[in-house]
């Protein structure tokens, strides 16, 4: 069969095949369940815990939890027992150890909960069948870790059960020497670094503020293509480099913008149902879905959680949509850029910092001029994060909004703030306004502090920070990680500057924390832009303001291993050692070497294809048959084969 009817045929399957349609569990009388009844039955929680162990068992785990004391063999083997009953009684069968290595996936190996018990009698072997999982078997796995990106694993307790039947159990993965070779450890050691820093200071600023403990959250916000399975499968190059390296762009792609926030296909919405009540059942709580800009391409937003959390939660939501989709015929493609001429995929990570007193540090209140708590932590991200040119590729600019802008230099000029109460079309508060849309019988509506600029890869949108410039497919963990480290590092600054301006005092005064703000609101005046980034004329500003422009992935990835950096991410916070932060770096350049070797594959298979229309236009020449649509294709190919040679020595070159 030719690869033309091959394609017919997936077309038209695709047109007129069964959908899968998904049934919404429903009660006892037949009414269908409210999310909030099905979020998290399949996840094995402190609640479900107190409820399965003994009280003596479950205050040991609390205080193993709380770092106060090490997991006692009994403990492990009850929690183990009870983990196992739960899960078997669900259907599962297996379990597994997940985990991030450098890889930028996830791993996970298969073990059974099914043991053979072996007694030998005079009659010969006796065989028993038993159902056990111990407490080193949860705690700890010994994989083969020879084929990973250069090993043995620890727990965080965190289990859930797939709608496979098997128990996940959440990991770190450390080597047998304690180097972390995993993406979520340096996390994990980046969060705890930031909570006594960020303790320090609140503390310093108020004295009664009580605030024990300080900790990042995060919500994610996927991007993806889907695709029919038979097209996906008819495509080697998107099969083995995700993208797509030879074809041609369709006459309606995104040109006529209709496809952002449009109606979304019944297929995909059978799919995207289908996701998100298996991600309720495993307590992933996604609040958004919606088209994006190009056809077929989508996006699911996820809850605020504990930034650790939440990025478990974004890569199982991963691995659950490749699941999904096949149940329905459909590929995810994760790729930043899997077609050209239309836009590409991202995350975007809305990060931000709260209280265990439940306040958001970079809440902005009222009068933003006087919370001292937001302006110290705003500045702290903007001024070492974005200031000191720790930048990934390209340049990297803010965005606040016009009205924050006006605080801070009101703050820096030392003016009175600009009056936003005057009603030049209907306004109130800093915080906020209200827009008079002029309608009768339409209410006023509330508009937020900030703008949205969809060309900025780092704004400030109200009480928190969104970072646009994370790959699809990219793990959130090292880059939130490093922005850690980097607000660890300027809050430890602020902390020292704030200890020199008030002298002997036991706090300092208002004057004395608004001398450091004005400070840094200097500092990161540079890097805040409200225009567009995509500009050329952005390109010329930039350079004036001392922005780096990174234009190569190499380039970028030797940033890491400048001293100040390198001292930053290592001897300064102590979140990496030298030796983990290499095998990081090596880890990227050999991932970014290989894409690069498996793309040029594309180049002996088109010089072959010339081959092939050269040899079928000469011999029908010979013997009288005009071959003109083969040398019309011909000669649409051989410019574009020497191009992407000569483009092939370039990159070898560098």
Known sequence: MSAYELRKNALVKAATGEKREIEYPRKADGSPKYPSEIYGENVFTLKTMAKALPKPIFSSFLKQRRGRQ????????????????????????????????????????????????????????????????????????????????????????????????????????????????????????????????????????ELDAHVEHVYTTLGTEQEFFLVDCMMYALQPDLKIMGCMLVGQLPPWHQQLEDHYFGHIPSCMMYMISELELECLCLGIPIKTHHNEVVPAQFKVALIFKEASVAMDHNLLTMDMLHKVTHHHNLHVLYHEKPFKSVNGSCKHCNWAMATNCGKNLLDLTVCPKTNFYFLVFLLAVLCHCLGMQEAPPAIISAFLGNQLNEVLNAINEDCPLKNFSMPQFQTIKVSSTVLDVKVTGLPHIARDLTDCNHTSPIAFTGNKFEFCAIGSKQSPSFPVTVLNCMVTTAITEIVTNLHAQMGSKPTPSDDDTLAVICRYIRLMHPVCFEGDNYSDAWVAEAVCCGLPNICTVPEAFTYLLKDKHLAMLTTDTGIFSHSELMLRYHILNEHYAKDTILSQQILPAAIRYCKLLAESTTMPKAIGIEAAPKVQVLNKLAPLVTTLEAEHAKLTAT
Request: proline letters at 4%.
């Open 70 to 205: 090490n997991l006692d063999k009994t403990t492990a083997d009850s929690i183990a027992h009870a983990v196992r009953v739960w899960a078997m009684d669900r259907g599962a069968t297996h379990y597994t150890h997940w985990f991030q290595p450098q890889t930028g996936a996830t791993a996970e190996k298969h073990d059974a909960f099914l043991s053979l018990l072996s007694s030998f009698t005079p009659g010969g072997e006796e065989v028993t069948p038993i159902d056990q999982f111990s407490g080193s078997q949860l705690l700890q796995s010994e994989p083969d870790a020879s084929s990973f990106p250069s090993h043995r694993m620890h727990t965080t307790f965190e289990c859930e059960l797939s709608s496979m039947s098997i128990l996940y159990i959440l990991l770190v993965f450390i080597s047998y020497n304690g180097d972390a070779l995993d993406k979520k450890t340096g996390l994990l050691q980046s969060n705890e670094v930031l909570l006594c820093t960020v303790v320090e200071l609140v503390n310093l600023l």
